[in-house]
């Protein structure tokens, strides 16, 4: 009898051991946002901001996609798989992007959406890795967001294919 709860004891021992401390939940928001003095998703004024400024304020993997117009990996990203109802916006300066309405199932790996707030989004011809795409940028701070191809559902037939770094999501029941 004795033996046996000693056993136990060992199982619970370990068992408890072998207890992790539950990852802390992060927020949908960019952790940088609240450091970021340019982040606003109200006010629209573009901004001028140099990328030695940018690298002060946004964490190295944002810096590397929205100033350098890095790819992150397909299937990685947090907005990849993702379907609540709400609104996105830039993750480097707060300006609206996109309503979630526009969001489609896409197996390109990266969030896509047919359809961008006009006012949210500036367009460029990008010729670099010897093809010819065009960029998406935030109208507000010129930050690469991703690129958009002819390849979308109706109505528009367009996709936008967007980094989930660059987007800050807000959902309806956040809203205040
Ligand atoms: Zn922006």
Redesign the pocket.
């Known amino acids: 009898m004795k033996f046996l709860v000693s056993i136990m004891l060992l199982f619970c021992l370990q068992a408890c051991s072998q207890t992790q401390q539950p990852i802390k939940s992060t927020s949908m928001e960019n952790s940088t946002a609240k450091t970021n003095p340019y982040y606003s998703r109200t006010d629209r004024t573009l ?1 001028t901001v140099s990328n030695d400024e940018w690298k002060k304020i946004l964490s190295p993997d944002l810096y590397a996609v ?1 100033r350098e117009a890095a790819t992150e990996r397909p299937h990685t990203g947090k907005y990849n798989q993702f379907d609540e109802k709400g609104e996105y ?7 609206h ?1 996109f309503r979630s309405d526009a969001k489609f199932s896409s197996t390109c790996g990266w969030p896509s959406f047919f359809e961008a707030d006009k006012e949210g989004v500036i367009y460029k011809r990008d010729t670099s890795h010897g093809m010819e795409r065009i960029e998406v940028l ?6 690469h ?1 991703g690129h958009v191809f002819n390849d979308g559902p109706e109505p528009t037939g367009v996709r936008f294919c967007m980094n989930s770094i660059s987007l800050d999501f807000v959902g309806d029941s956040e809203k205040k």
């Open positions: 901004l929205s916006y830039c993750a480097v300066c707060g300006n992007l935030c109208k507000r701070c010129a930050s967001l």
